[in-house]
């Protein structure tokens, strides 16, 4: 295979949005232990470090949460005691900043303390995990992803900014840009799920949301893309346990979500948890200063993971907190949040001549340009406004764009017959299952403040759509994880006298998210006896599924007329659920992750790369494939349906061999043949036949979104160029050859019919 001598290094777009804050040229820096690249100095900033004692610079560096640390009762009487620690704190510069704050006329005064009392009056920063909405709630990120639709994911970014920022949140934990293949891993909710193009067209809408167009703008919230790196690959789906990555692959897979993120311009990540081949990421200088810094010139600030400085002595990485200390700092982690480590041990490990006041310099430099590019040090009081909590929390536009995402989140996965749409007259309908009446986990995993009253319910959701006409019977039939005394026998009651069901059931809000790893990613036991049961009664059935990943189908929801995944959807979950159960709006979502047909499947993904023995459906049992089961996806990655149907001509390219400097151009007819309209999502996906990495049977490389009258045709249309046909070579560069590609237009990763071309080296 030829290489076509053009490389495409990750860092080649600056972001051009933040030139007036951070418009520096990056420049080598040689000096052993210092970060591998410096930016021209910021006079302020320089002035500023020259005066500060080595206890203000580690103050600088730490942050602490704030929940539990007590109450302003008063801003004339006073704090509560435990609260007077904190403010000394602050008048003594020994804190950056506070997180998961929730009263921001609190926050305002320790500003005050901290610009007026303070010796250098260096602004607080108040970050939170904001990462599905703040007290609106748009569905998790994955059912988010679920819609395809980078533009949402930016509004919905947006929308969130707005809320935060009156809340007095300048920095959000988010977005979580880890690829998850893995769906036992119960942080899989927070990402965009398994692929690495949609996953980082999404990161980067997101921080393009958070941020707004303007950072020192009152509603523009600091974006912390996270976990870096490799988080998504914990072994086993373990959260927080180890995971081992080849350099190819996390170049390939787990690092292009954050580059996009970058330059998207974040001007934070955090570092994950997790070992990446035995170095933990808060200690990992190939990742925080190599990669990061010195490869993609990013200038913003590196956070630990709640005490993850800590955590390489428990890793056995590091002797004790000190030697923790000096790791994590030399490695490139800027700021430690939680434990206070960095305040407690910087300024000895200073003193003692074992950490260059150079290296702290850097570290302190890399905080207050953030702040500044924030526009702190003009105006502290920015997203501190008490006013805002009045106009800007759960506005009518936020919550209409709250229902607008539930719905877009939405994946019908099966719809025999039509039983869906619902008529909205006519039918009695049984609503069955533990979540038809429950708000606790409507808003799903990962809300810091939830607003848990507002939440719609299915019922709720219902009744509202069917008003007058609503002939419902109402039972719950099952608790999450337990049975219910006389639950299936009160449902399978209601199911006998409706004409149809719908059953609400999955998993419980904390059966994923942080910690919330699962061995069994199926319905809880209780619940499949409830399906089973209610199954029996034999009528016409729509599963919803609540869940937090893809999971493993029990026979009773895989022979229902209809199954929809509705993850879980926010504040407007009944709502949304309701607009599409009863066909004001025609489901659109896509699966971002691949649904297995066994949970001992996982790791599943679609973009695995190809065996020497393929064995993708059935056949004699020679290839890569399980006993019992095909290896074939029981839903694949991109599938979803509409309430209409559409069929996919061939997909044409419009030359057979394509110059290096060339553009391919690939083609297919899209034809709604239903009745109804429908929205459909092309994707075009690549396949390079011949590499010096075995490469994935499949990658995504485009979407589109269509909308399409009954009976209406359309041609979608891609163009690759050389550029988009590059790959993680086995030297780490990211180049492309020349050579043999498929491409094909299809509805999901698994449909279509790929066809060659050539690359050639001319
Ligand atoms: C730990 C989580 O891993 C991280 O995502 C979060 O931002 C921090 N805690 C802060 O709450």
Known sequence: MDNLNATFPFNRSRRAFLAGSLAVTTIGFSLPGIAATRTVADPFIERLLKRMTIEEKAGQLTMNGAQGIGRLVNPDTGPEPGLQTTLNDIAQGRLTGLFNADDVKLGRAMQKIAVEKSRLGIPLIFAADIIHGLKTAFPVPLGEAASFDADLCARTARATAIEATAFGVQWTFAPAVDIARDQRWGRVVEG?????????????????????????????????????????????????????????????????PFKAAFDAGALSTMASFNDTGGVPSTGNRHLLTGILRGEWGFRGLVVSDFNSEKELIDHGYAADEADAVYKAVMAGCDMSIQGGLYLKHIPALVKSGRLKMAVVDEAVRRVLRVKKALGLFENPYRSLDPARLDTDIRRPD???????????????????????????????????????????????????????????????????????????????????????????????????????????????????????????????????????????????????????????????????????????????????????????FAPQGRLPVSFPRRAGQQPFYYNHRVTGRPSLTEGPPVGARYREVSTSALYPFGHGLGYSTVTYGATEISQARVPKNGTLSIKARVTNTGTRKHHEVAQLYLRIKVADI?????????????????????????????????????????????????????????????????????
């Open 192 to 256: 965009a799920g398994e692929d690495p193009w949609l996953g980082s067209r999404l990161a980067e809408a997101r921080v393009r949301g958070f941020q707004g167009g303007d950072l020192r703008a009152d509603d523009s919230l600091l974006a912390c893309p996270k976990h870096f790196a490799g988080y998504g690959a914990v072994q086993g789906g373990m959260d927080y346990n180890t995971a081992d990555i080849p350099e190819t692959t996390l170049r390939e897979v787990h690092l292009p």
């Open 398 to 584: 936020t919550v209409a764009l709250a229902r607008e995402a539930g719905r877009k989140a939405i994946v019908l996965l099966k719809n025999d017959r039509s039983l869906l749409p619902l008529p909205k007259s006519g039918k009695s309908i049984a609503l069955i299952g533990p979540f038809v009446t429950d708000k606790n986990n409507a808003l799903g995993p990962w809300m810091v403040f939830p607003d848990m009253k507002s939440a719609v319910t299915l019922e709720q959701g219902v009744r509202e759509a069917l008003g007058a006409n609503a002939n419902l019977a109402v039972a719950a039939g099952s608790g999450v994880e337990r049975p219910l005394a006389g639950g299936i026998e009160a449902a399978v009651a209601a199911a006998r006298g409706a004409d149809v069901v719908v059953l609400y059931v999955g998993e419980a809000a904390n059966m994923s998210g942080e910690g919330a790893s699962r061995v069994d990613i199926t319905i809880p036991k209780a619940q499949v006896d409830l399906i089973d049961a209610v199954a029996a009664v034999g009528k016409p059935m729509v599963i919803l599924l609540k869940h937090g990943r893809a999971l493993e189908l029990p026979n009773s929801v895989r022979n229902a007329q209809a199954v929809v995944c509705t993850w879980f959807l926010g504040s407007e979950s009944g709502n949304a659920i309701a607009d599409v159960l009863f066909g004001d």
């Open 694 to 762: 075995v490469q994935p049977l499949r990658a995504l490389k485009g979407i589109r979104h269509l909308e399409l009258a009954a009976g209406e045709s359309a041609e979608v249309e891609f163009a690759l160029t050389a550029r988009d046909l590059a790959y993680v070579h086995a030297d780490t560069v990211t180049r492309t050859d020349a050579g043999v590609f498929e491409v094909v237009i299809a509805p999901d990763a698994a449909a279509g019919q790929p066809v060659p071309f050539v690359l050639t080296g001319a």
